[in-house]
């Protein structure tokens, strides 16, 4: 399945969108998160976007600090780029994939 594929996919429902994300991530071999939401006035799903449960990477702030009375967490992130995002389309009634990311880090 290429990029070309995903892209302009169309959803009924976002709860599909997450699903087949899902599945997709199985299926290459990563797990995803839930990142970004934005809701309308009314409660509706607007966009959502899933990312690599390995996206982005701690901030330094957090590591090298001398007040620190335990060791940090060990770090998970790797900064992977993985994304898959949709929108929600009031004309046609569905969830459109507007951006899908495919490249990992790690």
Known sequence: MSI???VEREFAKFEQ????????????GFSIRRSRLRRSEGGVV????????KEGSRSKK???????????????REN????F????????????VTKVV???SH
């Open 17 to 28: 969108a997450e699903r087949f994300y899902c599945n997709y991530a199985l299926a290459i």
């Open 80 to 83: 992977c780029h993985a994304t």
């Open 46 to 53: 607007m966009e959502r976007q899933w990312v690599c449960s």
């Open 102 to 104: 495919t490249e990992h």
């Open 62 to 76: 957090w590591t090298n600090r001398d007040d620190m009375f335990r060791t940090p967490r060990k770090e998970t």
């Open 85 to 96: 995002a949709m929108k929600y389309c009031p004309k046609r009634d569905a969830y459109i």
């Open 4 to 6: 070309a594929d995903l």
